[in-house]
């Protein structure tokens, strides 16, 4: 199997590849009686994260008591959400104090059932 360099990533790809996997742009042009295989493989973590999905079964490299432990104690900060990649409502949590302590406790029973989502949507349970 051939392989060449993609022109906008520089990712290795294959040398017959008409749009490179891990960028999503064109490399290659297509002729009108060009017939090319499309290979679709939704495994591949750039893939699903590219397109927003859930990776790894949609379960969270993150660790659950980490986060459990940095809502509880610092939780009015926000810092739990700087942690699962939540920078947004990290920063609002930090301006507001979690909305007066109402978005400090929603937030750990959230993680102690197992129900908060990191930044990408994936649920935070191991």
Not at 40 to 49: E, G
Not at 51 to 63: E, H, Q
Not at 95 to 123: L, M, S
Request: hydrophobic content about 40%; some cysteine; charged content about 15%.
């Amino acid at each position: 199997m051939s392989t060449k360099f993609c022109q906008h990533c520089g990712e290795t790809i294959d040398q017959e590849c008409v749009v490179c996997p891990k960028c999503g742009k064109q490399v290659k042009e297509l002729g009108m009686n060009q017939n090319p295989n499309v290979v679709i493989n939704n495994s591949s973590y750039a893939n699903a994260a590219a397109v927003g999905g859930a990776t790894n079964g949609g379960i969270s490299p993150k660790n659950k008591l980490v986060a459990l432990l940095l809502a509880i104690f610092l939780g009015g900060f926000g810092i739990h959400r700087f942690y699962v990649g939540k920078i947004g409502t990290g920063i609002i949590w930090l301006c507001t104090g979690a909305f007066c302590g109402i978005g400090w406790i929603y937030d750990i029973i959230k993680i102690a059932t197992g129900t908060f989502k990191d930044g990408a949507g994936r649920v935070i349970s191991k």
